[in-house]
């Protein structure tokens, strides 16, 4: 028996004790096979809510409305066939909701390209959907992706081949091109009187802000120039618009289509390295007038690495708000903090101050009020490794913290009316759930616990304690320590390592999928005798922009051994059993501690992680895992280590090859082989 309670911002969890369970333990299925929401959106008018939920690799839409919020089923896709769904939106009278099923929009590239997790013998398609809200069968648009719902309600713009198509909100004619451009198209943004498109055109070397009106009426170039423009957001009068400029790219890369594209992305740091090479990225804000097409600048940021395109989520957050103040996200005081400025010009007002970061941020419909979440809180201590809800006004420096207390509050979506707030809450034992808070009452009601399945182990989750330990440097380095009560005077320890590596682990259950399940693994290992630590090392997100880029090279490795050195100095650690393992960036900086550390790291698992190391001096049990359909770290890079494995003569070596699958496991079924594997690998080396 469960039963979960919300009041005001404290989760309390009152279950039947059950001393049989508790000597049984808990299975791998059990604590993995949560439900785990994203995408949360709202109707610009009224409040209504609609989100996607992923349950053991079935993912559904959900919607909710006032009054009641009572949380419905809008789909019934029930196999486990690694189609996520994105782009999911609510069109502006309430009545339709648009997504995508389809593709793996996560990765590095190829994010329009199709996954087939299951190994179907016919690829799956990558489709825009809509259905009506209030309940119905599910209607096919079309093949494409990227959906925008006209301010009418009444058509759906997307992006198919690179190009833009356009189709009836109802599905009753067929979708038809519109805009057939050199380049690929993307980043579609309705006019706010529904009758203009604006679009970013990506060409080779160079991109431009295009606007569409009609089949008659020649493609608007918005300012064209040398440069790369993105990022194009409206005047609340339509008369106007915002964009983001930086200098012209000189590398060029083939796509799909053929036609050659300038990569406008750096160049990825490896995990050894910092940004003592990293290129400054000069960006500026840009205002054109529509009707002529004149552009000027309106503020250019410093070229500092200070000043450079920020790496948190959203990058500038670029928004055109109300009173005609243009807002976006810069590290120029060095955190990833809100800002706004006059369009008409003058200098950038800080409207986030304080030692935290801004991300997950929405404008509301108003334009007034910008909504996000942040590591911030009256527990100074303790919430720089949480995540709670705030907002700011647009024009007025000072932000509000609106959640407290010990769990994690994410994904902040604002209704239309501006009246009730909808997010996602975790705990340290209860995994992410969809809530509601009225604005008036600052109360939390969850409306999503009923989805949490009987047999998962609420009650046999431990809750993981801050450890703030020193770096050789004299860097302080925050981490998560998960322990079981009980068990051996001695225990086998593991270092976790994260990915990104533009990542923060918290104190609960995280809010992306990705870290979800590694939360999930570290509660499952703790479960089973292994003391966990959890490490945020530098180039990870959350402590400021020193830390986020930092200039000694190698920072991140030293960070990530001073933590193995942490639990070799603790008494109950057996300091011949600790073993590392991580996934992404984690698995190569995994790579990086077996090479050079086998004395420490006595076993490791490295999941799709790059990994350049010598062997000279890698001797530490290895397995190595890799989906061949990864998009942000090659197959090639798993293919690599095992033959130098296999010539070297590797005493211990193990692998896991998943077909067909991406780096992000698109497949519930293989989220558990992998997890198994990882488990099994370390009990076996360690667990003697």
Known sequence: ?????????????????????????????????????????????????????????RRNIYVAGG??????????????????????????????????????????????????????????????????????????????????????????????????????????????????????????????????LAFVSNRTDHSFIGIYKNSLTPIKWVAPSFSKDVSPRWSPDGKRIAFIRTPGSDAVAPTRQGANVASNTPPAATPQSTNSAARIQPWAIWIADVTTDDGSLLWKSPETMLGSIPTTDGATNLNWAAGNRIVFVSYLDGWPHLYSINSTGGTPL?????????????????????????NTGPDQQLDIDRRHIARVAVDKPGA????????????????????????????TQCPLLPAIMPLATKKIKLIGAHLLPAKFPLNQMVIPKQVVYQSPDGTMVHAQL????????????????????????????????????????????????????AVNYRQGIGYGYDFHKPVKPGANYMDVKAG??????????????????GGSAGGALTASALARDSKLFKAGVIIHGNTPEPLDAWTSPT???????????????????????????????????IPDDSHHWMKHENVLKVNKAVAAFLTKQLMK
Request: net charge negative; hydrophobic share 40%; with cysteine.
């Open 1 to 57: 028996m469960k039963k979960l309670i919300i009041y005001g911002v404290v989760l309390i969890v009152s279950l039947l004790k059950n001393p049989v369970l508790f000597a049984q333990g808990y299975s791998m299925e059990d604590v993995v096979n949560y439900p785990f929401p994203r995408d949360v959106t709202s109707a610009s008018t009224g409040a209504k809510f609609a989100m996607t939920i992923q349950e053991q690799g």
């Open 67 to 196: 009054p009641t919020f009572i949380l419905h089923k809008l789909t019934n896709y029930q196999q486990d066939d690694g189609q996520e769904i994105t782009s999911l939106s609510i069109s502006a009278n309430g009545k339709w909701v648009v997504y995508v099923r389809g593709g793996e929009h996560s990765g590095n590239r190829d994010r329009s390209r199709v996954v087939n997790a299951a190994s179907a013998p016919v690829l799956p398609l990558i489709q825009v959907w809509c259905v009506p809200f209030a309940g119905g069968v599910p209607k096919l648009l079309s093949e494409g992706d990227y959906p925008v719902i006209s301010p009418g309600s009444d058509r759906v713009a997307f992006i198919k081949d690179g190009q833009i198509w356009m189709v009836p909100i109802n599905g009753l004619k067929p979708a038809g091109l519109v805009v057939n451009a050199y380049g690929e198209s993307s980043d579609l943004q309705w006019s706010p009187d529904g009758l203009k």
């Open 350 to 374: 800080l409207l986030t101050p304080g030692n935290f970061m801004a991300e997950e941020i929405r404008l509301s419909d108003d334009g007034k009020w910008l909504v996000f979440s942040a």
């Open 400 to 427: 509000e913290v609106l959640t407290t207390g010990n769990n994690l509050e994410t994904y902040p979506a604002l209704s239309g009316d501006g009246t009730i707030m909808a997010m996602f809450v975790a705990g």
């Open 482 to 533: 998960f322990e079981s009560v009980g068990g051996k005077v001695k225990k086998p320890a593991i270092v976790y390592v994260h990915g990104g590596p533009q990542r923060q682990m918290l104190l609960g259950w995280h809010h992306m999928d990705y870290y979800a399940v590694d939360y999930a693994m570290n509660q499952y290992l703790a479960s089973r005798g292994f003391v966990v630590l």
């Open 564 to 581: 193995g050195t942490w639990l070799a100095t603790q008494p109950w650690v057996d300091t011949a059993r600790i073993g590392i393992y």
């Open 623 to 657: 397995l190595v895992i890799h989906g061949d359909d990864d998009r942000n770290v090659a197959f090639s890079a798993g293919v690599s280590l095992i033959k130098r494995f296999e010539i070297k003569g590797s005493s211990y070596f193990e692998y896991l090859v």
